[in-house]
T-cell receptor, first 114, second 116 residues
Framework: SAVISQKPSRDICQRGTSLTIQCQVD?????MFWYRQQPGQSLTLIAT?????????ESGFVIDKFPISRPNLTFSTLTVSNMSPEDSSIYLC???????????FGSGTRLTVV | AQKVTQAQTEISVVEKEDVTLDCVYE???????LFWYKQPPSGELVFLIR??????QNEISGRYSWNFQKSTSSFNFTITASQVVDSAVYFC?????????????FGGGTRLMVKP
């Protein structure tokens, strides 16, 4: 399975600021996924990021709030913009496993907005 | 549309007890994949098992076992002789053919607390 390095692992940010989360994969992957997990909740897909094209956002998520970059097949970033306390969540990136039939997750970024 | 339901939001057991976590799913796809993930307090998601819709054989891995029944659209997870280290949130998830770009749909999760 791919190994994902996600940074930062946690951060406390002031409202109105932005945070960029990075995911580095140890192998080339076509699709990367970004999830949000609000406190005590399940995981919700934010967007799917393909290399060389615009990310595809799920309902309720917009590019202005969660811009995503995918410059190559091993790296992606998610930015949480103009943060408010409601953005306090765990954010996780994910890729499909090598055999194509499963998913590996990064260790997550625990974000607290104050 | 896909849906995964984990009716048990929280379960508390005493160490060495057996515990079963329920998972019921809905999908119109004939080919699909079911997953269980463990999320310990540290927050990362740990992959436990993947099962495709054509394989209804039950699986056992150490103290873990899974019972997949298409007739009832269920994919239940049993931990035998639970241990304190099993305390975590467990998620059941569903995906249609991943090669078609489908992503995971997660259930709401079950928080398992194993007390010494």
């Amino acid at each position: 399975s791919a190994v994902i390095s996600q940074k930062p692992s946690r951060d406390i940010c002031q409202r109105g600021t932005s945070l960029t989360i990075q995911c580095q994969v140890d192998s080339q992957v076509t699709m990367m996924f970004w999830y949000r997990q609000q406190p005590g909740q399940s995981l919700t897909l934010i967007a799917t990021a393909n290399q060389g094209s615009e990310a595809t956002y799920e309902s309720g998520f917009v590019i202005d709030k969660f811009p995503i970059s995918r410059p190559n097949l091993t790296f992606s970033t998610l930015t949480v913009s103009n943060m408010s306390p409601e953005d306090s969540s765990i954010y996780l990136c994910s890729v499909r496993q090598g055999d194509g039939f499963g998913y590996t997750f990064g260790s997550g970024t625990r974000l607290t907005v104050v | 549309a896909q849906k995964v339901t984990q009716a048990q939001t929280e379960i508390s057991v005493v160490e060495k007890e057996d515990v079963t976590l329920d998972c019921v799913y809905e999908t119109r796809d004939t080919t699909y994949y079911l997953f269980w993930y463990k999320q310990p307090p540290s927050g990362e998601l740990v992959f436990l098992i993947r099962r495709n819709s054509f394989d209804e054989q039950n699986e056992i891995s150490g103290r873990y076992s899974w019972n997949f029944q298409k007739s009832t659209s269920s994919f239940n997870f049993t931990i035998t002789a639970s241990q304190v280290v099993d305390s975590a949130v467990y998620f059941c998830a569903l995906s249609a053919d991943p090669n078609a770009g489908n992503m995971l749909t997660f259930g709401g999760g079950t928080r398992l607390m194993v007390k010494p």
